[in-house]
């Protein structure tokens, strides 16, 4: 195959790809996330579907991850809500396992095109910082622990860098635990009428969010201020 047709055959590629993201938000991703936002029936159907309804959960999951713009928050209130905080939590790690899985394999085949799919040129230069190698596992690891952080955009961006596909997985499964039990622990006080504790839970990771993006605003400014001074 000559160089010629390899780019065609990649730009072919990645066309499809965007194509297929975009149906899949509009046809599946809008009912999903609609469908997750009405808990009660949420529940009354995964619980009426048995291990199917958790299957189905765990793919809902994947897509999110994959498709990054489809929102994740939902998701994991509806996973403490439907199946309780310890099968939410377990469900949704799994599902942000394999959905990181399918998307550093993605990204390792096509490259910074297709981080461009979801997101423009800026927030990936944005984040540019990734690449010292010799902090880079410990910066992956601090954001995707705090939250409020863009971990969408890393998830598509750390495999840019030379981080081992084992290294990356570990990193940012455990590291999204933190947030992933704060939104199962509340929808499963929703789910059992526990609504003060609920409040209280939103309310605190509300606050946490909030000092999360002010931590890695300051951590993106920084970055950016080194360039300019290795640049100057």
């Known amino acids: 195959m000559t160089e010629r047709h390899k780019k065609a055959l990649y730009a072919a590629a990645i066309a499809i790809f965007i194509l297929f993201t975009l149906a899949v938000s509009w046809f599946v991703g809008r009912p999903l996330i609609r469908f997750v936002r009405q808990p009660e029936q949420f529940r ?17 999951t994947v897509l999110q991850i994959v498709i990054a713009i489809i929102p994740g928050e939902p998701l994991e209130l509806g996973a403490g809500y439907a199946f309780g905080f310890w099968r939410g939590t377990l469900l949704c790690e799994i599902g942000i396992l394999l ?12 490259g910074v095109k297709a981080v461009e799919v979801f997101f423009p040129r800026e927030k990936i230069e944005s984040l540019r910082f990734l690449h010292n190698e010799k902090r880079l596992a410990l910066w992956v690891f601090i954001l995707f622990f705090i ?3 863009p971990k969408d ?12 596909l ?19 622990i509340g929808g499963n006080a929703l789910g059992t009428g526990k609504l ?13 969010s ?12 920084r970055s950016e201020a080194r360039q ?4 100057a």
């Open 44 to 60: 009354a159907w995964v619980q009426g579907h048995g291990l199917l309804g958790q299957l189905a959960f765990l793919g809902m």
């Open 99 to 110: 959905g990181g899985l399918l998307v550093f394999l993605f990204v390792r085949r096509f």
């Open 147 to 149: 939250p409020g952080t």
């Open 153 to 164: 955009i890393m998830t598509y961006i750390v495999p840019l860098t030379p981080m081992k």
């Open 166 to 184: 084992s290294t990356f997985l570990l990193l940012s499964t455990v590291a999204r635990l933190p947030s992933v039990v704060t939104s199962t």
């Open 196 to 208: 003060t504790f609920a409040l209280i839970v939103f309310g605190a990771t509300a606050l946490i």
């Open 210 to 221: 909030a000092l999360g993006i002010l931590i890695y605003r300051r951590i993106c400014k």
């Open 228 to 231: 300019k001074e290795e640049q």
